[in-house]
């Protein structure tokens, strides 16, 4: 009965690095309901815009969460 989130603040990557972090998202994605990445919404932690794009993606409310 309970969905879950991953609220990352991560940013576009184009370094060599990138394919360690994209294949440990895919991986944990399969466990997750929705993983949002700041750089994909627009907004990073702690702006509040974050939170409530996240509470919208979920259909929840502050006091559910």
Not at 10 to 21: E, I, K, N, Q, Y
Not at 23 to 47: M, N, Q, T, W, Y
Request: hydrophobic share 45%; aromatic share 8%.
């Amino acid at each position: 009965g309970f969905r879950t989130c991953i609220l990352t603040n991560s940013w576009l990557d184009d370094g060599a690095g990138r394919g360690f972090v994209a294949a440990l998202l895919a991986r944990l994605r399969i466990h997750f309901d929705l993983v949002l990445e700041s750089c994909r919404i627009g907004a990073a932690k702690p702006d509040p815009g974050i939170y409530r794009h996240a509470l919208e993606a979920l259909q929840a409310r502050p006091d559910e969460v």
